[in-house]
């Protein structure tokens, strides 16, 4: 059958495939956070010619159900189709995508003292020609002149390939020539090029994070930042969390798509940045890569059904260095990759990129550091110690699992003030335009004022303040937008990110607990993540998601697993930190806490069921 798209293109559907299967075929990509289990409902499409079977009608409320539209992971074309795909359901690329603090790099990089020593070096070499009289080998000729430039050549290690291409380039270049050696533990020839003229010598570093990709092009002879791009990581089709791409991995038989769709995302953003800078792909010999625990084992093709599974085990924590061709990466192929190490299953390169960035790991006083993104993870101590945890607070604050939640695109409502008397809000919507969904900061907003403002109690109930809160398909809800399509925000929706804030407060209130802290003795409270730069503090802690204590102490540091991995590119004493940073932290397991499931009740109510935990919202609510 075939499916004729809104811009006139066909895809043909084989037989026994969904819509959404055939779309991802053809490189169309939609919104499909629960992986096609048809739980989510963010596939919609709308039929507008022919006729599909449509196997659930779940999530599809009865102007839908008329008007033919269709989760396209549970519809079948009967016919050739013609369909409408509406914004909401389109996964684009181009959105608002953290890419850390690029402009701060070179402060960030100084104030760490990241003296520039890369993963490889370039050696330009002069070699006296062979003689009767010094007739050593080719081989052993580089060798000796590179000990005369102070590079340990005697555990040289020589690749095959260069082996045999070695003498006739050595004599098509008059004996001139640069060589690029790693600098790791075994110095290892990676790369022999002509002449002795400094060639162009780049670096990449990487953060891949469950959501989005994120890459940073350095010149490794100035250090210096040249680029950036980012993009969503298409293993988004397989599902917004970790555990819906460890199931497509293992159970539908998918790892080599999904590390071929990171590697695929990686390569993607490299193209055009190498086009704007005229570079070849080997001109990058060096590689860093930072992502949690799953998106690292994905990126390497190793088996995460481990990590899945008690007692939650993953393949490894500290990666052998890997050259980019041996995974398809368009660099070098013989560049080493380093990874960020990480610390257990659920804390990954993320983090100690993370914790190495905000510096925290040096200071003598104690800070907090919370990464909010895809999942919830915490780090806390200083420069004797650290305790790290995940919080499980689950991908809500990107809108997952949200009836109208969406990420923070063009549509969403990113910001909400309610009227005290009439409780009409007032929206602040991504783009300017009409409002189609809400994202995380919004709903923080939201539930931050509505709870201030009377509208709901401080255990997340709606009160019948207004028409706007009234009875929907799903329970109780709020009405925020009434336009084209309604925007609303549901009761349990509420509950969702209760439980979300109510994970990460009991999250660092176990790691405050173990080092036997108070919140107040912190120095520094560091908020990293995408989510990190749009967050309106006050209502975080309305919440009670974030402590109510003195606000210079937060500090928000933006993408820090693409900071971290750059200044690990640039440094091999950042390198080595990194790795002492993942060695040293001690993880705590919370699933397995005796305190964590009181902490987490707790906190179920809005701001906590201990209201002089939070003296400023009191004082807020006139209490
Ligand atoms: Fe179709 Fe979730 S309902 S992907």
Not at 156 to 175: C, I, K, T
Request: net charge negative; charged share 20%; proline share 4%.
């Amino acid at each position: 059958m075939k499916i004729t798209l809104p811009t006139g293109k066909t895809v043909e559907s084989r037989s026994g495939e969904s819509i959404l299967s055939a779309l991802r075929r053809e490189k169309v990509y939609l919104v499909s956070s629960c992986g096609g289990r048809g739980t989510c409902g963010k596939c919609k499409i709308q039929i507008t010619e022919g006729t599909a079977s449509r196997q659930s009608l779940m999530k599809l409320d009865a102007n839908e159900i008329a008007n033919n539209f269709a989760l396209a992971c549970k519809a079948f074309p009967d016919t050739d189709i013609a369909i409408e795909i509406p914004k909401e359901s389109r996964l684009l690329i181009g959105d608002k995508i953290a890419v850390g603090r690029a402009d701060d790099l070179a402060r960030l990089a100084e104030q760490l003292g990241c003296a520039l020593s890369p993963l490889v070096r370039r050696v330009p070499l002069v070699i006296a020609p062979p003689t009767i009289d010094d007739n050593i080998s080719d081989l052993e000729r580089i060798k000796r002149e590179l000990g005369r430039a102070g590079v340990d050549a005697e555990r040289l290690h020589v690749r095959y390939d260069l082996l045999r291409e070695m003498s006739d380039v050595l004599r098509d270049n008059d004996w001139q020539v640069t060589l690029t050696i790693s600098t790791g533990e075994l110095p290892e020839l990676l790369a022999i090029h002509s002449g002795t003229e400094a060639a162009a010598h780049y670096g990449v570093a990487v953060d891949i994070g469950t959501t989005t990709v994120v890459v940073y092009l350095i010149d490794m002879l100035s250090g210096k930042l040249v680029d950036v791009g980012s993009t969503y990581n298409s293993q988004m089709r397989y599902g917004d969390d970790v555990i819906n791409r460890i199931v497509h991995a293992t159970e539908h038989g998918m790892i080599e798509q999904l590390q071929q769709a990171v590697v695929g995302d990686i390569n993607n953003l490299l193209d055009p940045v190498l086009e704007r800078h005229n570079l070849k792909s080997d001109d990058i010999d060096s590689m860093v890569i930072a992502g949690n625990t799953t998106m690292t084992q994905l990126f390497y093709c190793l088996n995460p059904e481990y990590i899945r599974e008690e007692p939650y085990i993953p393949a490894a924590n500290a990666y052998p260095e890997i050259h980019a061709g041996q995974l398809g990466i368009d660099i070098h192929p013989n560049a080493p990759i380093f990874t960020a190490p990480c610390v257990a299953s659920y804390v990954g390169g993320d983090i100690s990129a993370g914790v190495l960035a905000s510096g925290m790991a040096r200071r003598e006083g104690f800070s907090l550091f919370m990464d909010i993104g895809t999942n919830g993870e915490i780090a806390l101590g200083n420069r004797e110690m650290l305790v790290t945890a995940a919080c499980s607070a689950g991908p809500c604050f990107e809108g997952s699992g949200m009836k109208c939640g969406m990420r923070a695109t063009e549509g969403a409502i990113e910001g909400i003030e309610f009227d005290p008397r009439s409780f009409n809000p007032t929206l602040k919507v991504v783009g300017g335009g009409e409002p189609l969904g809400i994202c995380g900061s919004g709903m923080i907003d939201a539930i931050g004022d509505m709870y201030l403002k009377g509208i709901i109690d401080q255990k997340g109930k709606l009160q019948p303040v207004s028409r706007r809160v009234r009875e929907g398909d799903d329970g109780m809800e709020i009405l925020l937008s009434g336009g084209r399509r309604e925007v609303v925000l549901t009761e349990s929706d509420i509950e969702n990110i209760i439980r979300a804030k109510a994970a990460i407060h009991a999250g660092y209130s176990v790691l405050l607990n173990e080092i036997g802290f108070t919140i107040d003795m912190l120095d520094n409270i560091y908020i990293a993540g995408g989510f990190g730069n749009y967050l309106n503090i006050e209502k975080a802690i309305l919440l009670g998601m974030l402590p109510d204590v003195d606000r210079s102490k937060f500090v928000f540091l933006g993408n820090t697993s693409i900071t971290g991995a750059a200044i690990c590119l640039l440094s091999g004493a950042m390198r080595a930190e990194v790795k002492e940073i993942a060695a040293k932290m001690t993880y705590v397991e919370l699933s397995v806490s005796a305190s964590f499931m009181d902490e987490y009740m707790s906190a179920m109510f809005l701001p906590h069921t201990d209201m002089n935990r939070y003296p400023t919202v009191l004082a807020k609510m006139g209490v």
